[in-house]
C-alpha cells in the first residue's frame, strides 16, 4: 500500500507562486511514476503533470506549460510541483497521484486511470 500526503497548498494572489509537495510511502518509491491532477468545483479531475520514475521525461498540460514545474527526490520520497504566475484558473483541489509500476512498463500516466494510489488533495485559491 502506498499513502501519499500532499501540502503546501494555499492562498495567493495571481501572478504569484507555490509549491506543493506530496510525500510517499514506501520503500520503492524511485520506482514509481508520479503525476499531480487538479479539480476544481463542479468540474472533472484534470491532469496537470508527470514525471518519470527517474525524473529524466516529464508532461504538463497546455494551460501549465512555462509556469509549472513538476519535479521529484527520490532520496527524499517526495514530488513537487513548482506553481508560478497564478492564475484563478488554477484555482483547485491538487491531487497527486503514483503509478508504482512505472519503472517496470516505462509508462508515465496523462490520465487519472494509469494511477493506482492518489492522496488526499491540497487546496489552490488564487484571488485575482
Known amino acids: 500500500q502506498v499513502q501519499l500526503v500532499e501540502s503546501g497548498g494555499g492562498l495567493v494572489q495571481a501572478g504569484g507562486s507555490l509549491r506543493l509537495s506530496c510525500a510517499a510511502s514506501?520503500?520503492?518509491?524511485?520506482?514509481?511514476?508520479m503525476g499531480w491532477f487538479r479539480q476544481a468545483p463542479g468540474k472533472e479531475r484534470k491532469f496537470v503533470a508527470a514525471i518519470s520514475w527517474s525524473g529524466d521525461s516529464t508532461y504538463y498540460t497546455d494551460s501549465v506549460k512555462g509556469r509549472f514545474t513538476i519535479s521529484r527526490d527520490n532520496a527524499k520520497n517526495t514530488v513537487y510541483l513548482q506553481m508560478n504566475s497564478l492564475e484563478p484558473e488554477d484555482a483547485a483541489v491538487y491531487y497527486c497521484?503514483?503509478?508504482?509500476?512505472?519503472?517496470?512498463?516505462?509508462?508515465?500516466?496523462?490520465?487519472?486511470?494509469?494511477?493506482?494510489?492518489w492522496g488526499q488533495g491540497t487546496q489552490v485559491t488564487v484571488s485575482s
Open positions: 497521484a503514483a503509478d508504482p509500476a512505472g519503472r517496470y512498463t516505462g509508462n508515465i500516466p496523462r490520465t487519472s486511470v494509469g494511477y493506482h494510489y
Open positions: 514506501g520503500r520503492t518509491f524511485s520506482t514509481y511514476a
